[in-house]
């Protein structure tokens, strides 16, 4: 799959789903940059190694965000990622230890969802709500635990 990695994406692209690639985590900087993407979900071993490092300014547009069967166990996020983001699903990430606290000081979130993860994704999913709805007051966030 190596020539995959420099695939270029159109600059339209609203949705984008990637499955069993195993690309580096550090191709995922274009994918970042894309001013349209609003729905992106990376299943499967989309990307191989452990650390997904997100900064100030990437994901510009994104709403929807759902990451099924990684094997990462590091997810952090700067304060200005992902400011768009409403919904995160989390599924089957066995090895992830944290969803990244930044997402609880977004205005823009809704709703996380837990599936099948480690009980300290849950906790940091749990914690998340809490600074949404006593700092944020974002009464109407929500978390979805299911086993």
């Known amino acids: 799959m190596d020539g995959f990695e420099d695939f270029t994406y159109p600059l339209n692209l609203k949705k984008l789903t990637l499955a069993c690639l195993e690309l580096p985590w550090s191709r995922i900087l274009t994918i970042s940059r894309l001013s349209n993407l609003e729905v992106l979900k990376l299943e499967g071993n989309a990307f191989r190694g452990r650390q997904w490092d997100v900064k100030d300014g990437e994901f510009p547009n994104l709403k929807v965000l759902k990451l099924k069967d990684l094997r990462i166990s590091e997810w952090t996020a700067s304060d200005d990622s992902y400011p768009s983001l409403q919904k995160v699903l989390v599924q089957w990430c066995w090895n992830?230890?944290?969803?990244?606290?930044?997402?609880?000081?977004?205005?823009?979130?809704?709703?996380?969802?837990?599936?099948?993860?480690?009980?300290?994704?849950v906790n940091a999913a749990l914690k998340i709500k809490e600074t949404q709805i006593e700092e944020m007051g974002n009464s109407e966030f929500k978390v979805i635990i299911c086993k």
């Open 96 to 121: 992830l230890e944290e969803i990244p606290e930044s997402f609880g000081s977004k205005c823009t979130m809704q709703m996380i969802e837990v599936r099948s993860c480690r009980y300290s994704v």
